[in-house]
Structure formats: structure tokens, C-alpha cells
């Protein structure tokens, strides 16, 4: 027998190059994300402990609280918007029979696309003077609007680009939830004689609370980081008005180098996550019947 | 009675069908309007919806005038290097977490699921020092590191491999071969769909990755496609509208063809995980 029985299982060799990148890059920063939040950090040799004192900076940093405000009101934005359109684009999806397939794939489009292209495109739909948007607008006698420049309405400007590049995704997620609820249910509420609407809400959204619960969780997920939109169309102004706890992160950390303060942030973003997986959780904690 | 119930189902269907075109040309118009400013000469924002002189003068400027071509080849390094090493990770990991026996195992599966969990913001930062401290910063390794290896496509890989049976591998062990014979001669080869669907996701993530690359790269011959792209608007804007929009439609090129390519892969697979693609 030429056959040796190696030392090690091989199970343990083919995880291992995986195990070691994990302690290298997950677990380690996440302990070390910590202590950095602790420090202040002036050149890679230069650490000093300054204990909480970013954290106290943060409280009395009015800026902070405006993006934490900012990205909270993404966020929801981006929730409420993707549940709502992303159902009524399934609930069409799903009444057609011919050329779902192409539909959806068209839907899908702007989901592929990079986030940079997406905030390119939006911006120049969005130019006050030249503008598609004030064309259209103009050309129907409505009033223009500065989406971009006008504190109050930059938000919500950037977050239906959000809305926009991911509705399309979702509501195949949303297509696959109604597509799996048996057709029994639906025949039920017709003899009991239900409009499209009563239907709607006694029938389809119940059933399709595990597909909305998926869709939090991710939209949420997706959107309490948002950077790139507000750091690409609108540098996180007008006063303030767009910036985002993430591109406050950025631009302490890696355009005023002050890491501990902005990794002290990043701890304020994981509260918010966790504040809106702690709402989820109540929102939908009674148990899903079928 | 029932030619009614027809007739209003057909009136609703034309309507559905109505709002379903409204919203494509909602989803596609931007992306048209790229492409037709991208081949027009223009300094102006909008110069209406069909093109009046078609030219690829952006097109060649982007190659000539800026370092698009650069920023090509680093994205496409910075794809390949995470693809690549996903793949090869994932598939020896799915392995032994699926079909092999040994001690822990449950608990090395429980420790690669958990940093599913983990939020990326939260160590990006010590990712950064990390890297700087390596003096890997704009470098396509400082790049790809944290990158090589995300533990869903472990997941995905070990589901699939869960559902190909064992006595494969039984057969594959009576004829001598080593675990990894067996996993690269008999088990990988059955694992198409699930390899597709892992080139996919990485691809598309990776190449429209935008955070990571802003912070590591500052070297403007360094960067990827979409921190050239957004540069480049940030700094000529208005004044170049067509060759930005050319640029735009290249880094949009890539990430369409895999996507109309491999359609069937992702839709499945982001049901399963939803990630972003």
C-alpha cells in the first residue's frame, strides 16, 4: 500500500486559506474597529488613547445628529418607496402573460448598473436650467424646481434615484412571494366576494409578509451605508441637507485623516441598523400562518 | 356572462400592459439618453432625444485623453484576481464543509456564516489601516484583499454541493483518489450552475464597487472604471457632457452583457441571498 494517511484532514486545509483571510480581514477589524474608535491617530506610528473622547465629540457635533437624521430619512424613503412601487410592478407582472420576460429583464436594467452611472445620469436629469426634468416640466406648464440645490427637496431627490435603480430588482423578488401563495386562497376571497382591493389587503399581503420582511432587510441594509449618491451628485449639500452619516464617515476619515473620530461613527451607523432591525422585529414579530 | 368576465379582463390586461411600458421607458430612458448624448458632439445639457450626427469622437477621446483604457485594465484585474480566488475558495470550503466528516466542522460553518453579519462600514476603516500598513494602497492586491473570499458564495457552494450525492465520491475514493482529486475531477464539474452564479455576483459587485476603491486608490492612473468615471465628472461636469456619457456607457457595457448573458443564474440566486448586484 502505497496510500499514507495524511496528518491533517483535508477538511481543515480547505477552509483554512478561507479561516486565515477571515482573521485578517473580518474578525480582527471588528476588534480592532473598537480600539481605533478609541485612539487618535495622526500617522500609522502615532496613536494616542484619548478613551471616549470621540464619542463625546460626537454627541456635541451638530453635523453628526443632521446626517444621522439624514440617513435615517434615507433609509426609510427607500423602504416605504421600494415596498410600495416594487408590489404594484409585481402585482402588473404577474396579471400578464405575455412578455414577462422581457419586462423583467427591463426593469432589471438600472439594478445592473453602477451606482456612479446612476448618480451621473440623475444629476444631469435633475440640471435646473437644461434639465430633462424642468423641460418636461416647463413644457407642461408646471413650475421648475431645483432638485438638486434646494435644501428642503435634495433628499428626497436622491432618494427616488435609489428607489429607481432598485424597484425593478425587488419587484421580482416580490413576483417569486406571489407566485408561490396558492391559488386557492384567491378563489376563496372570490366567492366570498371581495373586490381587487379587499383582496389585496386580506389576502395577498398577509401572505406575503416573509417576502416583505426579505425586502427590509435588505433595502435596509442597502441604504443606512449610502454614500456614493449623496458623494457624487450633491457633496452632501446644500448646508448639509444630503450628507449621509456614511459620507460624514468618509470625509472625516479619509479626507480630514481623523479615523478614530470616524470610526467612533461607524458604531453610530451599527445603532442605527440596529435600531431598524429592532423595529422590523416588533413590526413583524407575530408569526407568519399559512 | 362569462364573454364579459373576458372582455373586462382584457381592458384591465391593456391597462397593465399601458403602465408596465410607461415604467420600462421610465427604467431604460436614462440609459438611452446616455447613449445618444455619448455619441454626439456636445458641450450643451440637453440636445434632444435623437441624435442628429452620430460620432464616435467621445468614444475615441475617452481612449486618447484620459486614462480610461488604464482604468479599464485595473477593473478587469480587480475582477478577475476576486472572481478567481472566490471560486477556488469557496468550492474547496463548500467541499469540506458539505461533504467531508471531521471534528468542528459544525462550528467552522457557524464562524464563516457569522461574518455574514458583520456590516462593511464597520471595518473599513481598520481594513484601511490595515492595507496602508501593508503599503498595498493603490495597488490591485489592496484592492482585491478583503475581497478573495465572502462567505456567502461559501453558502452558495456548499448548498448546491449538499444536494449532489455521495456515493460519487465513494466511487471516486474505491478508485484512489485524494479529497481534492475528488473535488476537482468529479464534484466541480457538476457544480456549473452554482460557478455561474459565483462569477456573476462577484463580477457584478466588484466592478461597480465604489467605496472601497475611493479610499485605497488615489492614484488616478490606479483607479477602477467607477472612481475614473466619478472623477472625471467631478472635475469637467458640464463641460464635457459626451465624453462622460461615453465613459458611462463603457463601464455600463460590462456589467449588462453578464447580466442579459446570465440572467437565469441571478435571478435565482438573489432570491436565495440577495445580494446586490
Avoid at chain 1, 440645490?149 to 436622491?158: C, E, K
Avoid at chain 2, 420600462?24 to 442628429?52: D, E, I, K, N, R
Avoid at chain 2, 481598520?126 to 475581497?147: F, K
Wanted: overall charge positive; glycine content about 6%.
Amino acid at each position: 500500500m502505497r496510500y499514507k494517511r495524511p496528518k491533517i484532514p483535508s477538511g481543515y486545509l480547505f477552509v483554512l486559506p478561507t479561516l486565515i483571510l477571515f482573521c485578517v480581514f473580518l474578525y480582527g477589524p471588528v476588534c480592532f474597529a473598537f480600539f481605533v474608535s478609541l485612539s487618535s491617530i495622526q500617522t500609522l506610528q502615532h496613536w494616542n488613547f484619548v478613551g471616549l473622547r470621540n464619542f463625546e465629540e460626537m454627541i456635541s457635533d451638530a453635523v453628526f445628529w443632521v446626517s444621522l437624521r439624514n440617513t435615517i430619512v434615507l433609509a426609510a424613503i427607500n423602504i416605504v418607496g421600494i415596498l410600495t412601487i416594487s408590489l404594484f410592478i409585481a402585482l402588473g407582472f404577474n396579471r400578464i402573460l405575455r412578455g414577462r420576460g422581457v419586462f423583467q429583464t427591463v426593469y432589471y436594467v438600472p439594478a445592473v448598473a453602477s451606482i456612479v452611472v446612476a448618480a451621473i445620469l440623475w444629476s444631469w436629469i435633475y440640471f435646473p436650467q437644461y434639465g430633462i426634468l424642468n423641460i418636461v416640466f416647463g413644457a407642461l406648464r408646471l413650475p421648475t424646481i431645483d432638485w438638486l440645490g434646494d435644501p428642503s427637496i435634495a433628499l428626497y431627490s436622491l432618494a427616488w434615484v435609489s428607489v429607481w435603480k432598485d424597484m425593478g430588482l425587488f419587484s421580482i423578488v416580490y413576483l417569486a412571494g406571489l407566485q408561490a401563495i396558492p391559488e386557492p386562497f384567491y378563489d376563496a376571497a372570490k366567492i366570498d366576494g371581495a373586490n381587487s382591493w379587499q383582496t389585496l389587503r386580506s389576502v395577498t399581503l398577509p401572505l406575503l409578509k416573509p417576502t416583505i420582511m426579505f425586502i427590509v432587510v435588505m433595502v435596509a441594509s442597502w441604504a443606512i451605508p449610502e454614500i456614493a449618491l449623496p458623494y457624487q451628485m450633491t457633496h452632501g449639500g446644500p448646508v448639509y441637507s444630503t450628507t449621509t452619516l456614511m459620507l460624514y464617515i468618509f470625509l472625516h476619515g479619509f479626507q480630514a485623516w481623523r479615523l478614530g473620530y470616524a470610526s467612533a461613527m461607524s458604531f453610530a451607523l451599527v445603532a442605527i441598523a440596529l435600531i431598524f432591525a429592532y423595529i422590523q422585529w416588533r413590526v413583524f414579530k407575530t408569526e407568519i400562518l399559512y | 356572462m362569462k364573454s364579459i368576465h373576458i372582455k373586462g379582463h382584457r381592458i384591465t390586461a391593456t391597462g397593465t400592459y399601458g403602465l408596465l411600458i410607461l415604467g420600462a421607458v421610465l427604467m431604460l430612458f436614462p440609459f438611452y439618453w446616455m447613449v445618444v448624448t455619448s455619441l454626439q458632439f456636445t458641450h450643451s445639457y440637453f440636445t434632444g432625444l435623437v441624435p442628429s450626427e452620430v460620432t464616435l469622437y467621445n468614444y475615441l477621446t475617452a481612449f486618447k485623453a484620459t486614462s480610461f483604457s488604464l482604468w479599464l485594465v485595473n477593473t478587469m484585474l480587480y475582477c478577475a484576481i476576486t472572481i478567481l480566488s472566490n471560486l477556488v475558495l469557496a468550492l474547496l470550503a463548500g467541499y469540506a464543509l458539505s461533504r467531508l466528516r471531521f471534528r468542528g466542522r459544525d462550528r467552522l460553518v457557524f464562524l464563516i456564516v457569522i461574518t455574514m453579519l458583520i456590516p462593511g462600514f464597520l471595518v473599513l476603516i481598520p481594513q484601511y489601516l490595515l492595507i496602508l500598513y501593508l503599503g498595498l494602497t493603490n495597488s490591485v492586491l489592496g484592492l482585491s484583499a478583503p475581497y478573495l473570499i465572502d462567505a456567502f458564495n461559501i453558502f452558495l457552494v456548499r448548498q448546491y454541493m449538499l444536494s449532489i450525492p455521495k456515493d460519487l465520491d465513494d466511487a471516486g475514493r474505491v478508485d484512489g483518489c485524494s479529497e481534492f482529486q475528488i473535488l476537482t475531477k468529479i464534484i466541480a464539474p457538476l457544480c456549473k450552475p452554482v460557478i455561474m452564479l459565483v462569477t456573476t455576483f462577484t463580477f457584478l459587485v466588484r466592478w461597480n464597487d465604489f467605496l472601497w476603491p475611493l479610499i485605497v486608490v488615489t492614484n488616478s492612473d490606479r483607479y477602477v472604471l467607477t472612481i475614473g468615471l466619478s472623477s472625471l465628472d467631478t472635475a469637467r461636469g458640464a463641460s464635457d457632457m459626451g465624453l462622460i456619457m461615453a465613459i458611462a456607457t463603457l463601464c455600463f457595457i460590462g456589467p449588462l452583457l453578464v447580466f442579459v448573458l446570465f440572467q437565469r443564474y441571478l435571478v435565482k440566486g438573489m432570491l436565495l441571498t440577495g445580494i446586490k448586484a
